[in-house]
């Protein structure tokens, strides 16, 4: 069975310029997250799709982030304009309701020049 | 809301000793606990979780985790340290019967010497 998949899993761009991660997760998982990791730190919750909604994205930098998941399968994150501090991995994460077990992707790890 | 505290940010041992890493955590009932570890490099692979039941879970690679209501922690240990096991563990803490939203530790570091 194949894993959470993203891409691309490194990325560096200049500041201002915009930015997307893709991911693709475990067939049959409703539930995808993504989540931001900071170097040195636990991975932090941006949003939370229940199929193709997204029903918690209150951590979501609405001014310059924002995702999709069309057909409650794949998704993607996007940051426009991306700034410094926005350098970090990002990590998606897929799970079958009701198991409280999230499957992680290796991550996009974004550099911000 | 929840939330975990991992206090050691940086753990040495040797290998083949006994390892024992803490975490802490924060709400009101029984939470839902994990433990997951990342390889430099990877995603975080799940060690571990307790949803209820026997406070002593076992897990992959030869790691437990014991819950303990009256202390709220969750501590993992292993019996005997591999290089291999040189990563950094991630403690985190579910609410029941809610959404799957895990709140992650800051996570430990562990340095495994030969």
């Known amino acids: 069975e194949a894993g959470v998949v993203q891409s691309p899993r490194y990325k560096i761009i200049e500041k201002k310029q915009p930015v997307a991660f893709w991911c693709n997760p475990i067939?049959?998982?409703?539930?995808l997250y993504w989540y931001l990791q900071n170097l040195g730190q636990g991975p932090e919750l941006l949003i939370r799709y229940e199929n193709e909604e997204a029903v918690d994205d209150s951590q979501l930098p609405k001014d310059r982030f924002s995702a999709e998941r069309l057909k409650g399968v794949d998704s993607t994150l996007k940051i426009q304009p991306a700034e410094l501090g926005d350098s970090a991995v990002y990590l998606c994460a897929s799970s079958q309701p009701n198991t409280g077990e999230l499957f992680f992707g290796e991550g996009s790890r974004l550099t911000v020049l | 809301a929840q939330s975990v505290t991992q206090p050691d940010i940086h753990i040495t041992v040797s290998e083949g000793a006994s390892l024992e890493l803490r975490c802490n955590y924060s709400y009101g009932a029984t939470p839902y606990l994990f433990w997951y570890v990342q390889s430099p490099g990877q995603g975080l692979q799940l060690l571990l979780k307790y949803f209820s039941g026997d406070t002593l879970v076992q897990g992959i690679k030869g790691f437990e985790a014991e819950f303990k209501r009256s202390q709220s922690s969750f501590n993992l240990r292993k019996p005997s340290v591999h290089w291999s096991d040189a990563a950094e563990y991630f403690c985190a803490v579910g609410v029941p019967g809610g959404s799957e939203k895990l709140v992650f530790g800051k996570g430990t570091k562990l340095t495994v010497n030969p």
């Open positions: 067939s049959g998982h409703n539930t």
